[in-house]
């Protein structure tokens, strides 16, 4: 089992930067592609990014491409996201999830495991 835990959400005026951890217990990540969902009021949770297992490989949804990086630190079992240039779009609960196994990374059926998300609110 991994336990996903994010922190580093909170409310930000537009044009503002945020940047998201997600850290794991129970198993090392070093071998788990991490991907970052969000899910906004209403709305059903999409993609925005993910990371393979080394930071070789990732992929951005295009509304966040440019403006949000991710990486990870293996060493300290921990995934990133650096959110910059800040919109009110953005607000949602943004969730991390692992998996070992897979290929459609932009899919949230694709991930084992789950965060029980951080609130970002981008005030306009």
């Known amino acids: 089992q991994v336990q996903l835990v994010e922190s580093g959400g909170g409310l930000v005026q537009a044009g503002g930067s945020l940047r998201l951890s997600c850290t794991a217990s129970g198993r090392t990540l070093n071998t788990y592609t991490v991907g970052w969902f969000r899910q906004a009021p209403g709305k059903e949770r999409e993609f925005v990014t993910y990371?393979?297992?080394?930071?070789?490989?990732?992929e951005y949804a295009e509304s966040v491409k440019g403006r949000f990086t991710v990486s990870r630190d293996n060493a300290k079992n921990s995934v990133y996201l650096q959110m910059n240039s800040l919109k009110p779009e953005d607000t949602a609960v943004y969730y991390c999830?692992?998996?070992?196994?897979?290929?459609?990374?932009?899919?949230?059926?694709?991930?084992?495991?789950w965060g029980q998300g951080t609130q970002v609110t981008v005030s306009s």
């Open positions: 999830a692992a998996a070992r196994i897979g290929s459609r990374w932009w899919m949230r059926q694709s991930y084992e495991y």
């Open positions: 990371i393979n297992w080394n930071g070789g490989s990732s």
